[in-house]
Every structure is written in structure tokens, then in C-alpha cells.
């Protein structure tokens, strides 16, 4: 019993760290979801603080020298077990709103009660009411002495894992797929598992009899740390699928790296730095030496073991990626040439053309999709004269002589160009200044060719990913292809409601498409905006035509904005000018300046402001609407 002991007590000492690493690593990690607004993870922070700050207190309390010291850490300990039972129910009332069920008054009233009792529980701990003094128990250590008012903390403590669980039970029952009650159990687990798992430490600070038999608190004390440990992570991965917009499997792969980098590395980092330390006077080692060279090996080793195993976690059935889609995403990984890469390579690329037959200068015009180059790299001892200006007055046949050089007299031209099919697509020029084709026999003209086709399978590919990217990025505009990012499985609100949950940037694009095909098109006939209530309502008083409904509503937006009084070109009239000279009766830019008296650069700015406007006025009007 005297070996079980020390070795129980020191887990428990190393899990107690790992806990409160865990809790403050999954507290970073959520939040960066804070940004997004998102209910449950702010819900979250206060439960991750109180974790936190429990289990901080306790592996720092054991450190501690002297009474003031341990006292302090015991009431910091204690501050943490206050907040948690609040912190907890206010979490499930906000999962439970969040299946789609309102909040009733009585839940409000119970947790505005439990948040004012949370407050006088602090202030009763803190003056010294709610315990009396502390004590230290043999094998076990510092402890709080209860008071008369002890009792009621249990009551409350209590009441909050009841009304925890009723919550949790109707969120819960309010499920209808596998999927959403597979996270769903996630949540609820998570949730109670950290209250149920921070017993020990109650059973032990209130001093009751478990107290007195160090072997079974130990051995509570080892299985609840590693509870909480697992609890933890398993309510931060849940509530992260549920409040960010990232898959499923992005989600698993950051919470993954990042808990292993973070805590799992520093935990194990703790205990063989723990064992080293009471195990030094048997083996006859110097602490000081071997503590920093432990650290130091043990943070590298597991750092590079982590950066082995990840690309296998990815690609196995703990990201959920497969084999075959693996591949695919790791390939396009390494196909994507980002911009400064692509002036490294081709700035590399020319420079040794230079060298290879010894041209004072060159350079690497890169022709973007709409026909205007950029970048431009150039090299060598001197700087092209006018380079912009030969550019644009190159030959418009140039694009289809083949790989036929071209020269004048400042050197050789020689022309990029992807060959698909019947489609020849100019890509860019090489220029090697003080050349000409004389220096190209057949032996170097092959060595300049093949340069050539590395830097025209570049460009081809950073071509047709942009392309691609456009294409894609233009298609979120559409709910369908938005849904994905909107919500969760769990998040039907964002799911069926997702222009409630939509930012006023997005808002104000779907605005701007829809006035500019006002008088018809697919960003008018396709609009997110077709789903709104309000457009839906004006829709119905237009005999179900949902695209003159929209029609409608932003005429109707337009005429909240019109000032009072007479129409006129300036001043406070601008706006609702700007909007209906330009969409509404279709004028041309050039002459709503010279009517409204500004520049073309003051029209656009001030076009973006009303367009803005009118779409606050629609939002408005949705609200309005669902009131």
C-alpha cells in the first residue's frame, strides 16, 4: 500500500496538469469562433474557464509553501467549483434553444436565480463564510474545513446538475436524425461528464469520510482527472463541429494536431520530468541537468513523432478521410503555385537563361486572364527601357506563330503558349536582351525549349486554379452552395434560416446583384433574397411571382430612403439618386456624374454607401417581418 500510494498520487498529480492544459487549449481553440458570434461557444468560454481555473489551482496549491499560499490557491480552487454549476446550465439552455425550442420564462427566472446565487456563493466564500479554515490530511493534503453553509453549496451544486440534465434530456429528445443525436450525446457526455468528474475533488474539499482512505480517493481522483480529460476534448471537438463552418473532418484534423502539439505534448512532457524528479535520489542524479535536458529531448521527440503520424491520421478513419480523396487532396496541395512562388521560380528560371547564354538582361512577362501581365520579373545588370508600352504593341498575331522566336532590336521575344485542343492560349513572354536567333543552334534551341515548357506547365496550372477558384468562389453566392457553410447538423436555425444568421457584407452582394439585373436576370432570379419572408409575402401580392416580389421589396426599400420634401441633385437626396438613376432607370455612369455633379471615383464610393443602405432598410424590414 505504501508503493500504491506515491505512484496514485502522482498520476493524479500529472492528469490534474493535463486537465487544466487540456481545458485552457480547448479554451484558445474556441476562440477564434467567438468572432462568428456563435452562441454555443460563447456558452463554452465560462464552462472551459471554471475548468481551468479548478484544476490550475490544484496542481499549483500542491507546490505551495506555506499557509497564506495554500489558502489562497484552496479559494481560487473553490472560485472555479462556484462558476462551473451556472456555467454549466446556462450552456444547456443555450444547446436547447438552439434545437428550435423557446426558451420558457421559468428557465429564464431559474437562471438569472442561479447566476445571483453563483455571486453570493463567491462573496461567502471569499470572506471566509462558507468555510471555516483548512486543514491537511495525512497521503491526501491541504483541504477546506466546512462550515454551517457548506451544506447549501451542496444543494446548489446539486439542483444545477439536475436542471443540467433536464435540458440536456429535451435537447436531446428534440433529435430526429443519427447524426444530429450522435452529437448530441457528444454534448450531453462532455457536459456532464466535467461535473461528475470533478467529484473527487469536492468529496475531498468538503471533508467527508471518503477523505480518510487515501488508496480510494486516489484511485477516484485518477479516474475522474481522466475523465474530465477526455471530456474535455470531446466537448470541444462537438462544439466546434457545431459552431464553425468548417467539415466535419477539418474540424477532427485541427482539434487533433492541435491538442497533440499542445497538451498531450506538455503532459507527458510533465510526467517524465515528475518521474525524473522523485526517482533522482535512488538513481544519484543531478535534478538541475537532467530536468532541462528531459524537457528539451522529450518536447523535440514528440514534436517530430507528431509531425510522422499526421499524414496518417489523415487519411485514416479518425479525419474520415479515404484513400482515394487523400490522394486527391494532397496532390492539389502540391499542384497550387502561389504568386510570390511563382516570382521565385520564374525570376530563378530567367536568370539562368542569362547565364546560359551569357544575355546582359532578361525578363518574364506573365499575361493574367484578363489579357494584362502581371507580374513582371526582371533580371540582369540593367532595366528594360519602355517595357510596358512593347508590351501592349506586341504583334496581335503573336499568340499564333507557335514556338517561333521573335527579336528586334533589343533582343529576343519568345512567346508562352498553352496548346488544348483546337484552343491556343497565350500565357506570357520571355525576353533575353542583345540576342538573337543565331544563338540558338539546335543543341541550345532544345535546352530553351524544355526551360520553356516547365514555365508554360506553371503558368497553365496556376491558370487554370485560379480559374477554377473564381468559379467556385462566384457559386457561393447561391444559398445551395452555402448551406454547407451556414450550420451544422445540430444548428437547424442556421440550416433552415440562413439569411437570419447571414453578415450585412454578404447581405449587401445579394443587394447589389439583384438591382443590377433588376430588370432581369439570373442574380435577380436567382437571389438568396427570394427566400426572405418578407419577399415571400410581397411575392404572394404579386400572384406568387417570387422575382417581382423582390422587385417590390426593394422598391419599396428604395422609397423608405427617399427624403422628405422636394427632389433635388444634392445633398441628402444623393443616395436614393445614386440608386435610382443607376438601376431603376438604367442612366449611364457617365451621365449621372455630370447630373449629379461628382467624379466617376466619388459615384463609385458613394454607390457602395447606398447600396449598403438599402440593404440595412431590407434587413429591417425582414425583422420587422418576423416580429
Given amino acids: 500500500m505504501n508503493v500504491v500510494i506515491p505512484v496514485l498520487r502522482t498520476l493524479s498529480e500529472v492528469l490534474t496538469a493535463a486537465v487544466a492544459m487540456a481545458a485552457f487549449s480547448v479554451l484558445l481553440f474556441s476562440l477564434q469562433f467567438l468572432r462568428k458570434r456563435q452562441k454555443l461557444a460563447i ?3 465560462p464552462v472551459l474557464l471554471s475548468v481551468t481555473v479548478i484544476y490550475s489551482a490544484d496542481a499549483l496549491e500542491t507546490i505551495a509553501a506555506g499557509r497564506t499560499a495554500k489558502t489562497l490557491w484552496q479559494l481560487i480552487h473553490w472560485t472555479g467549483f462556484v462558476i462551473l454549476p451556472a456555467a454549466c446550465f446556462w450552456f444547456s439552455l443555450v444547446l436547447l434553444e438552439l434545437t428550435g425550442r423557446k426558451i420558457g420564462r421559468v428557465a429564464l427566472i431559474f437562471a438569472v436565480v442561479n447566476g445571483l446565487a453563483a455571486i453570493v456563493f463567491l462573496w461567502l466564500l471569499w470572506s471566509g463564510k462558507l468555510f471555516s479554515d483548512i486543514r491537511v490530511i495525512s497521503n491526501i493534503g491541504t483541504t477546506m474545513v466546512h462550515s454551517d453553509l457548506t451544506v447549501l453549496f451542496w444543494i446548489y451544486f446539486s439542483i444545477n446538475i439536475c436542471g443540467t440534465f433536464i435540458d440536456l434530456s429535451i435537447a436531446y429528445s428534440r433529435t430526429r436524425t443519427q447524426a444530429s443525436r450522435r452529437r448530441m450525446i457528444y454534448l450531453i457526455l462532455g457536459i456532464l461528464g466535467i461535473e461528475i468528474g470533478t ?14 482512505y487515501p488508496s480510494i480517493f486516489w484511485s477516484l481522483s485518477v479516474i475522474g482527472n481522466a475523465l474530465v480529460v477526455v471530456m474535455v476534448v470531446l466537448l470541444g471537438y462537438a462544439s466546434a463541429t457545431f459552431s464553425v463552418s468548417w467539415s466535419d473532418r477539418l474540424t477532427r484534423l485541427r482539434m487533433i494536431e492541435w491538442m497533440l502539439r499542445g497538451p498531450v505534448t506538455a503532459s507527458a512532457t510533465l510526467w517524465i ?46 479525419v474520415g478521410l479515404g484513400k482515394e480523396d487523400y490522394a486527391i487532396y494532397k496532390e492539389f496541395q502540391g499542384m497550387m503555385v502561389f504568386k510570390p512562388e511563382l516570382i521565385t521560380y520564374l525570376e530563378a528560371l530567367t536568370g539562368a537563361l542569362c547565364d546560359r547564354f551569357q544575355a546582359r538582361d532578361g525578363f518574364f512577362a506573365v499575361m493574367d486572364e484578363s489579357g494584362v501581365f502581371d507580374p513582371v520579373i526582371k533580371t540582369g545588370e540593367s532595366s528594360w527601357k519602355n517595357l510596358d508600352e512593347m508590351l501592349q504593341k506586341l504583334p496581335s498575331d503573336f499568340q499564333n506563330q507557335g514556338d ?3 527579336w528586334d532590336e533589343i533582343g529576343v521575344l ?15 513572354v520571355l525576353g533575353l536582351a542583345d540576342l538573337s536567333p543565331e544563338y540558338f543552334p539546335n543543341g541550345n534551341k532544345e535546352i530553351l525549349l524544355d526551360a520553356l515548357e516547365k514555365a508554360r506547365t506553371v503558368l497553365w ?7 477554377a477558384y473564381q468559379v467556385l468562389r462566384t457559386r457561393t453566392n447561391e444559398p445551395a452552395a452555402d448551406s454547407f457553410h451556414s450550420g ?8 433552415l434560416n440562413e439569411h437570419a444568421e447571414a453578415d450585412l457584407t454578404d447581405i449587401t452582394v445579394w443587394v447589389k446583384d439583384a438591382l443590377t439585373h433588376y ?32 422587385r417590390s421589396v426593394l422598391k419599396k426599400a428604395l422609397e423608405e430612403l427617399r427624403p422628405e420634401g422636394e427632389r433635388s441633385t444634392t445633398g441628402e437626396w444623393t443616395l436614393y439618386n445614386l440608386i435610382d438613376y443607376k438601376f431603376f432607370e438604367k442612366m449611364k455612369v457617365k451621365d449621372i456624374v455630370r447630373r449629379l455633379s461628382m467624379s466617376e471615383a466619388d459615384f463609385y464610393r458613394k454607390q457602395k454607401v447606398a447600396v449598403e443602405a438599402l440593404s440595412k432598410v431590407i434587413v429591417r424590414m425582414e425583422n420587422n417581418r418576423d416580429e
Fill in 488 to 495: 451544422s447538423v445540430l444548428n437547424q436555425n442556421a440550416l
Fill in 273 to 318: 520530468v515528475t518521474m525524473i524528479n522523485r526517482s533522482s535520489d535512488r538513481l544519484g542524479l543531478d535534478i538541475a541537468g537532467v530536468n532541462t535536458l528531459a524537457t528539451v529531448v522529450s518536447i523535440i521527440l514528440l514534436e517530430y513523432l507528431i509531425t510522422v503520424i499526421m499524414p496518417y491520421i489523415e487519411r485514416g478513419g479518425i
Fill in 199 to 212: 467529484f473527487p475533488l469536492l468529496l475531498f474539499g468538503s471533508g467527508l469520510l471518503i477523505s480518510q
Fill in 43 to 45: 456558452a463554452l468560454v
Fill in 414 to 428: 519568345i512567346p508562352v503558349i498553352n496548346h488544348e485542343s483546337d484552343l491556343d492560349t497565350f500565357l506570357g
Fill in 404 to 406: 517561333a522566336l521573335y
Fill in 461 to 467: 496550372q496556376r491558370r487554370y486554379l485560379t480559374t
Fill in 519 to 550: 430588370w432581369g436576370g439570373p442574380r435577380l432570379s436567382d437571389s438568396p433574397l427570394l427566400k426572405w419572408k418578407v419577399v415571400q409575402d410581397a411575392a404572394a401580392e404579386n400572384n406568387d411571382n417570387e422575382v417581382n416580389g423582390l
